[in-house]
């Protein structure tokens, strides 16, 4: 069957293009080991963690954007902290998920019970910050842009629907006919 690279869907024989990518379809996919996840960060991109000698995880970020704000605030307080990738799920087999990637947000031991604090701060300070439309317009805006299309099914059994709809009605009238 082929399948798409780039959003792993599964085509049936005859399809050379992904309906959503635009991209040629492949034969198979690569192993779950030769997958790079999509927001994967490079080792060139990788940064380094702070010198210290214990860190704590703080903060989970399922985007890579959330998490550098999160960072940068802390920065902005006074603490020095470190982003790493880390994956939060991995495949599974009766699922069909594939690896997902988040990224963790650590400091120092030292630092933790007030980077928690900040952090719980600034959630607290989102939540009851009442939003204009303006603000939540550019916010769904954003999310649509982030998230990705779905594939779309194919639907031949709804094609054929008028066919078989218009068959049964021939059968209706010729049995009525017949009955007579």
């Known amino acids: 069957m082929p399948w798409c ?7 049936r024989e005859g399809f050379t293009e992904c309906a959503t990518c635009h991209v040629p379809l492949v034969d198979s996919l690569p192993e779950e080991d030769e997958i790079q996840p999509q927001d994967a960060v490079q080792p060139e991109q990788q940064e380094e963690l702070p010198q210290f000698e214990n860190l704590i995880a703080v903060y989970m970020a399922d985007r890579r954007v959330d998490a550098e704000m999160v960072r940068d605030m ?3 307080n006074g603490i020095t ?4 990738q880390v994956m939060t799920q991995q495949s599974g087999a009766v699922s069909g998920r594939r690896a997902r990637y988040g990224v963790e947000i650590v400091v120092d031991a030292s630092q933790t019970a007030r980077a928690r604090a900040l952090i719980d701060e600034m959630k607290n300070d989102l ?15 954003e999310q649509a842009m982030e998230t990705p299309e779905q594939p779309m099914e ?12 218009a068959v049964i009605v021939v059968a209706l009238v010729l049995l009525y006919l017949v009955a007579r």
């Not at 690279?5 to 085509?11: A, H, I």
């Not at 902290?81 to 790493?84: E, N, Q, T, V």
Request: proline letters at 7%; charged letters at 35%; hydrophobic letters at 35%.
């Open 5 to 11: 690279p780039k959003c792993k869907s599964e085509y």
């Open 154 to 165: 194919d639907n031949t059994s709804f094609k054929m629907l008028p066919v078989v709809a």
């Open 127 to 141: 939540e009851n910050t009442p939003m204009d439309e303006d603000e939540l317009a550019r916010l769904a805006e």
């Open 81 to 84: 902290a470190g982003m790493r």
């Open 74 to 76: 802390l920065a902005d």
